[in-house]
């Protein structure tokens, strides 16, 4: 549990919202669980990552990555 409350404290969460989330969760820990509860909040998620999510904000390019020459120069000896 110290890990999971270090890890809500690195994140900005209150202290009385620890609290409540700790006593909320304690016989149900789960990363699900813990993020269910500080959504509920009004924190973004911590322990769990959403991939779908990142699918729509993709904006990198790799076509520029693929597509560039090498940067190194050749010299002669």
Excluded at 11 to 23: A, F, G, P
Excluded at 38 to 66: A, E, M, Q, R
Aim: cysteine-free; charged content about 45%.
């Amino acid at each position: 549990m110290d890990s999971i409350i270090y890890e809500l404290r690195a994140n900005d969460v209150k202290e009385e919202d620890i609290e409540l989330i700790i006593s909320k969760v304690k016989n149900r820990v789960s990363e699900e669980n813990l993020d269910l509860e500080l959504v509920k909040l009004g924190y973004d998620k911590i322990f769990t990552i959403d991939y779908d999510d990142y699918d729509d904000n993709d904006d990198y390019d790799d076509s520029d990555f693929l597509n560039s020459k090498p940067r190194y120069q050749e010299f002669d000896e």
